[in-house]
């Protein structure tokens, strides 16, 4: 027996606690009835007598919402500064295990920071042609040059801001030129050299002089014996 609404000093029961208790009573029932909200986002199935499982089309209120990711995955993660000095020591070989002479930088590319080399630097480039997708432009703060370790922009290659004119482009347009050109001389050179050799290993026998009275002198050997047959049977 429930003795929440019963008063000990009268000795009696109080109707207005009896009223909350039954309503608060209704309320839980009718909360354990309702269940737990479904939180599944999956499209739900239409339920048929087909064996095949046909789509629901969803229609929302609005179409124009989107998915929003995540701010925190989106951001790059920070560089450690001087970092492409780690590039430097690293070597390139051909397939016979030689040396292979790196390019020339041209002048104005000038590097920044303690201890930054020409081939730090031409390092340091190339990892940020192939991995940003900023333009590169340089440490534009002249402050960098003072204090490289407070003003150093981590995006940007250890090189001193510069600007591409015409006159690199005409340069560099008459270095791939001339280098298509060699191109093209060792690809005719290797092709003329297998069509020599295919025309030496193709080349037949009895164009050789003095291979038609061979052929002709095995003919006559294997006449002979049948002759020889002839004469014994008569």
Same mark, same amino acid.
């Given at each position: 027996?429930?003795?929440?609404?019963?008063?000990?000093?009268? *000795?009696?029961?109080?109707?207005?606690?009896?009223?909350?208790? #039954? $309503? #608060? !009573?209704?309320?839980?029932?009718?909360? @354990?009835?309702? &269940?737990?909200?479904?939180?599944?986002?999956?499209?739900?199935?239409?339920?048929?007598?087909?064996?095949?499982?046909?789509? !629901?089309?969803?229609?929302?209120?609005?179409?124009?919402?989107?998915?929003?990711?995540?701010?925190?995955?989106?951001? /790059?993660?920070?560089?450690?500064?001087?970092?492409?000095?780690?590039?430097? %020591?690293?070597?390139?070989?051909?397939?016979?295990?030689?040396?292979?002479?790196?390019?020339?930088?041209?002048? &104005?590319?000038?590097?920044?920071?303690? &201890?930054?080399?020409?081939?730090?630097?031409?390092?340091?480039?190339?990892?940020?042609?192939?991995?940003?997708?900023?333009?590169?432009?340089?440490?534009?703060?002249?402050?960098?040059?003072?204090?490289?370790?407070?003003?150093?922009?981590?995006?940007?290659?250890?090189?001193?801001?510069?600007?591409?004119?015409?006159?690199?482009?005409?340069? $560099?347009?008459?270095?791939?030129? @001339?280098? #298509?050109?060699?191109?093209?001389?060792?690809?005719?050179?290797?092709?003329?050299?297998?069509?020599?050799?295919?025309?030496?290993? %193709?080349?037949?026998?009895?164009?050789?002089? *003095?291979?038609? /009275?061979?052929?002709?002198?095995? /003919?006559? /050997?294997?006449?002979?014996?049948? $002759?020889? @047959?002839?004469?014994?049977?008569?």
């Amino acid at each position: 027996m429930d003795l929440g609404a019963f008063d000990f000093r009268t *000795g009696k029961m109080l109707m207005s606690k009896m009223n909350k208790s #039954r $309503q #608060r !009573v209704r309320y839980d029932s009718s909360n @354990q009835v309702k &269940g737990k909200p479904d939180l599944n986002t999956a499209l739900p199935v239409r339920q048929t007598a087909s064996i095949f499982k046909q789509p !629901v089309t969803k229609i929302t209120n609005h179409p124009s919402n989107k998915v929003k990711s995540d701010p925190q995955k989106a951001v /790059e993660q920070p560089r450690q500064l001087f970092w492409e000095k780690k590039l430097s %020591g690293l070597n390139a070989f051909d397939i016979a295990e030689e040396l292979v002479k790196t390019m020339d930088l041209p002048k &104005g590319l000038q590097g920044v920071g303690p &201890g930054c080399t020409d081939e730090t630097l031409l390092s340091a480039i190339a990892s940020a042609l192939h991995t940003s997708t900023m333009p590169i432009t340089g440490q534009l703060s002249a402050a960098v040059e003072k204090n490289p370790g407070v003003w150093l922009n981590t995006a940007q290659p250890l090189c001193k801001a510069f600007m591409v004119t015409d006159e690199d482009i005409r340069k $560099q347009e008459e270095l791939v030129q @001339q280098v #298509r050109k060699r191109l093209e001389e060792a690809l005719m050179a290797d092709m003329l050299a297998h069509v020599e050799e295919l025309a030496r290993d %193709g080349e037949a026998p009895l164009d050789k002089p *003095g291979a038609e /009275e061979e052929v002709e002198d095995e /003919e006559d /050997e294997e006449e002979e014996p049948d $002759q020889d @047959q002839e004469m014994e049977h008569m």
